[in-house]
């Protein structure tokens, strides 16, 4: 241990790089070194979020400290220290960390729990400690960007300091799977840059989907460089300093994605593979895992984007009698599935309404509303030869029941969009608004099952919006009625607020034209979040991805991945 401690003068520390750093972004030009966004993220790329948290400092917690290794850099022939984050882990021999796999396998590597960069590294008050040995998956590729990069975990076993195990010393961390894509956790980290403190930070945040690997990934300012390996926390105990983990910073590209932010951060999904591993590590066995890595099924509960281009028709209501949102979809055969909301902004399974079939393949446009009285939500639906059905109840009696409002030949035939709300009833989504084929745009307030209720005239026939091409509507600002929101043909999209009996109400551009919206095929607003609003808008886009904007408001929300994009 005397030879890592001489080797770490604090001058060494200071003036030694970070294997995994991240370097300032580019400028909003681009320019030399600027680089895409990770293949699978969507049409939309990357964009800060205005609402987005920032790590914060904090004191420490006694179980997550840092790696200092004497590594030298190939190219630079540099030394490098303060390489990453890592924390301890519950072992037998209570002596076990985890960190990410492009941090492991370095010389003279040391653990120094709860860091203090204002004392030196040889007078840390919970000791530091030498790697004894790492175990890492053999088919890990260092900082790729292939699915290989799924496998960005590892751990090592500590020396004992003056006889005693950082474990019965700092504590351990529990693991445990990670439950889903979308978690609450808190990332826990030490920035190697842009941090002259040296102090770590916390970050308190909700996880999505990576699309395309078996990865989480997470939006917070300020997770610079040598973040890698610092755990997830989904509970943390800071009195003592520990918690249960869920995942930790690594992935693809190292953690961090190739547009150089500081941002976005990923962490491998903890499921077979990774257990696996602790096991091998915990029984101090190095295993060769074969040449080449399988990924394995993405369990997006949605299925994926292939399946999702096939989506022609989206609903939102409640629908299964727990109070909470739930997802309706007509597909392209005519098929109709209801996916059942979790009330924190995910689905669990499939459920069939009805078998493939030229009905529904006809049908033109379809709502979700209250429009029969009944304790569970509806479908109002148009079909192309103008006949409009309400379907009550969906959650206790599946599509079997039928009221007619027109019949075939009526004049719904040019309905071409409609879209349930709240414009004028009070406290009941059982309006309807309607945009017709020459434009005109009418509000039918108190629609139920003996008829559309009283027609209101928002707009006379128009050009403009002839080219409203998607329509949906829910209530994004808290007011006395709900919203319209519009996607438009040349790719705006407009949102009218406190739609009305009287007018659609102020406009408020969301997206300008010629914007990534031309690719939005099919758009829904629910109450799909923890919030209980109706403010959480679902989009399918042309590649099959599909996106939850969760509480929307004038402008668009926190997006979070439900489907991932179609493989190319």
Same mark, same amino acid.
């Given at each position: 241990?005397?030879?890592?401690?001489?080797?770490?003068?604090?001058?060494?520390?200071?003036?030694?790089?970070?294997?995994?750093?991240?370097?300032?972004?580019?400028?909003?030009?681009?320019?030399?070194?600027?680089?895409?966004?990770?293949?699978?993220?969507?049409?939309?790329?990357?964009?800060?979020?205005?609402?987005?948290?920032?790590?914060?400092?904090?004191?420490?917690?006694?179980?997550?400290?840092?790696?200092?290794?004497?590594?030298?850099?190939?190219?630079?022939?540099?030394?490098?220290?303060?390489?990453?984050?890592?924390?301890? !882990?519950?072992?037998?021999?209570?002596?076990?960390?985890?960190?990410?796999?492009?941090?492991?396998?370095?010389?003279?590597?040391?653990?120094?729990?709860?860091?203090?960069?204002?004392?030196?590294?040889?007078?840390?008050?919970?000791?530091?400690?030498?790697?004894?040995?790492?175990?890492?998956?053999?088919?890990?590729?260092?900082?790729?960007?292939?699915?290989? $990069?799924?496998?960005?975990?590892?751990?090592?076993?500590?020396?004992?300091?003056?006889?005693?195990?950082?474990?019965?010393?700092?504590?351990?961390?529990?693991?445990?799977?990670?439950?889903?894509?979308?978690?609450?956790?808190?990332?826990?980290?030490?920035?190697?840059?842009?941090?002259?403190?040296?102090?770590?930070?916390?970050?308190? !945040?909700?996880?999505?989907?990576?699309?395309?690997?078996?990865?989480?990934?997470?939006?917070?300012?300020?997770?610079?460089?040598?973040?890698?390996?610092?755990?997830?926390? $989904?509970?943390?105990?800071?009195?003592?300093?520990?918690?249960?983990?869920?995942?930790?910073?690594?992935?693809?590209?190292?953690?961090?994605?190739?547009?150089? !932010?500081?941002?976005?951060?990923?962490?491998?999904?903890?499921?077979?593979?990774?257990?696996?591993?602790?096991?091998?590590?915990?029984?101090?066995?190095?295993?060769?895992?074969?040449?080449?890595?399988?990924?394995?099924?993405?369990?997006?509960?949605?299925?994926?984007?292939?399946?999702?281009?096939?989506?022609?028709?989206?609903?939102?209501?409640?629908?299964?009698?727990?109070?909470?949102?739930?997802?309706?979809?007509?597909?392209?055969?005519?098929?109709?599935?209801?996916?059942?909301?979790?009330?924190?902004?995910?689905?669990?399974?499939?459920?069939?309404?009805?078998?493939?079939?030229?009905?529904?393949?006809?049908?033109?446009?379809?709502?979700?509303?209250?429009?029969?009285?009944? $304790?569970?939500?509806?479908?109002?639906?148009?079909?192309?030869?103008?006949?409009?059905?309400?379907?009550?109840?969906?959650?206790?009696?599946?599509?079997?029941?039928?009221?007619?409002?027109?019949?075939?030949?009526?004049?719904?035939?040019?309905?071409?969009?409609?879209?349930?709300?709240?414009?004028?009833?009070?406290?009941?989504?059982?309006?309807?608004?309607?945009?017709? $084929?020459?434009?005109?745009?009418?509000?039918?307030?108190?629609?139920?099952?003996?008829?559309?209720?009283?027609?209101?005239?928002?707009?006379?026939?128009?050009?403009?919006?002839?080219?409203?091409?998607?329509?949906?509507?829910?209530?994004?600002?808290?007011?006395?009625?709900?919203?319209?929101?519009?996607?438009?043909?040349?790719?705006? !999209?407009?949102?009218?607020?406190?739609?009305?009996?009287?007018?659609?109400?102020?406009?408020?551009?969301?997206?300008?034209?010629?914007?990534?919206?031309?690719?939005?095929?099919?758009?829904?607003?629910?109450?799909?979040?923890?919030?209980?609003?109706?403010?959480?808008?679902?989009?399918?886009?042309?590649?099959?991805?599909?996106?939850?904007?969760?509480?929307?408001?004038?402008?668009?929300?926190?997006?979070?991945?439900?489907?991932?994009?179609?493989?190319?």
């Amino acid at each position: 241990m005397e030879d890592a401690i001489r080797f770490w003068t604090p001058e060494r520390v200071a003036s030694a790089t970070d294997p995994a750093a991240r370097p300032a972004p580019p400028s909003a030009s681009g320019g030399p070194g600027a680089k895409a966004a990770p293949k699978g993220t969507g049409p939309r790329g990357l964009s800060a979020r205005a609402d987005m948290p920032t790590a914060e400092h904090i004191l420490g917690a006694k179980s997550v400290g840092t790696l200092f290794t004497t590594v030298q850099d190939p190219q630079t022939k540099e030394m490098r220290a303060h390489s990453c984050s890592a924390s301890v !882990v519950e072992s037998s021999g209570h002596n076990m960390i985890l960190t990410a796999g492009h941090c492991g396998l370095g010389t003279n590597t040391i653990f120094v729990p709860w860091y203090r960069a204002e004392s030196s590294v040889g007078n840390q008050q919970y000791g530091i400690y030498r790697v004894a040995d790492w175990f890492r998956d053999n088919r890990y590729a260092k900082n790729s960007k292939a699915a290989v $990069s799924d496998l960005d975990f590892a751990f090592a076993t500590l020396k004992p300091t003056n006889g005693k195990n950082v474990q019965d010393v700092v504590g351990a961390n529990t693991l445990s799977r990670t439950p889903r894509y979308d978690n609450d956790v808190t990332m826990v980290g030490y920035p190697a840059s842009h941090n002259p403190e040296d102090h770590p930070v916390q970050c308190p !945040v909700r996880t999505a989907a990576l699309p395309g690997f078996y990865q989480m990934q997470a939006e917070c300012r300020g997770m610079w460089g040598g973040v890698s390996g610092g755990p997830w926390f $989904s509970k943390i105990d800071w009195t003592t300093g520990t918690g249960e983990i869920i995942g930790n910073v690594g992935g693809y590209n190292g953690g961090g994605n190739d547009a150089n !932010v500081d941002w976005l951060t990923y962490s491998p999904m903890h499921g077979d593979t990774f257990f696996q591993l602790y096991e091998e590590a915990k029984s101090n066995r190095h295993v060769n895992h074969g040449g080449s890595y399988q990924q394995p099924p993405l369990p997006y509960p949605l299925g994926d984007g292939d399946t999702w281009t096939h989506a022609r028709l989206l609903a939102s209501g409640e629908y299964t009698g727990d109070g909470k949102g739930d997802l309706i979809v007509v597909w392209t055969d005519g098929e109709v599935t209801r996916y059942a909301g979790d009330g924190q902004g995910g689905f669990g399974g499939e459920r069939q309404l009805v078998r493939p079939n030229p009905t529904w393949k006809d049908v033109k446009s379809l709502t979700g509303g209250d429009f029969s009285g009944g $304790s569970g939500s509806d479908l109002l639906a148009v079909w192309n030869n103008g006949e409009v059905k309400i379907l009550p109840d969906i959650g206790s009696n599946g599509l079997g029941r039928e009221i007619k409002l027109a019949d075939s030949g009526s004049v719904w035939n040019h309905a071409d969009q409609i879209a349930g709300g709240n414009f004028g009833t009070k406290n009941n989504v059982s309006d309807l608004l309607v945009r017709w $084929s020459d434009g005109e745009v009418t509000n039918y307030t108190a629609v139920g099952d003996k008829g559309f209720g009283t027609e209101h005239q928002l707009l006379k026939s128009n050009d403009l919006w002839k080219q409203a091409t998607l329509v949906t509507a829910g209530d994004f600002t808290g007011g006395a009625n709900w919203e319209t929101l519009v996607r438009w043909s040349d790719g705006r !999209v407009s949102q009218f607020q406190e739609t009305s009996p009287t007018g659609l109400g102020n406009e408020i551009q969301m997206a300008a034209p010629k914007s990534v919206w031309t690719h939005d095929v099919a758009m829904t607003a629910g109450s799909y979040d923890s919030n209980g609003w109706p403010d959480d808008l679902v989009i399918r886009w042309s590649d099959g991805e599909t996106t939850m904007y969760a509480h929307t408001g004038a402008g668009f929300g926190a997006e979070r991945t439900l489907v991932p994009p179609k493989r190319k």
